[in-house]
């Protein structure tokens, strides 16, 4: 999980540790793109699109992808003008418009991972 905003990483890490999921939260691309680099077990990178330093969202995702292929991506936004229309930017995963409900947090991860709704179950 990566973003800027402290009280918003610290909110959508909460929720999906809560909802089963493992989480490493990063305060800027360049955080995030070390984190990926380090651990290979990192499948989803759910980032906010803008974001100050030399990553913002698009350029860590397209980072990120380069370092793993398989790696699936959720953008996460409070400025829908940063927001590309259809055939415009990179195009890796879905959007999810800040603020958004824990629910819809949850349901986007599932979606993107191939997983049933409802509760994880912890092993």
Known sequence: MVDD??????????VLQK?????SACASGEEGLLTIARDPSIGLLITDIVMPGRLNG???AESSKALRES???????A???VVPRPGQGPGLGPL???????AQLIAS??????????PRRRD
């Open 5 to 14: 905003h402290e009280g918003t990483r610290e909110a959508a890490c909460a």
């Open 71 to 77: 790696l699936r991506v959720i953008y996460i936004t």
């Open 58 to 60: 698009w350029r860590l």
């Open 19 to 23: 909802a089963g999921f493992t989480v």
């Open 96 to 102: 999810v418009p800040k603020p958004c409900t824990p």
């Open 109 to 118: 991860v599932q979606r993107v991972l191939g997983l049933s709704p409802g």
């Open 79 to 81: 400025v829908p003008s």
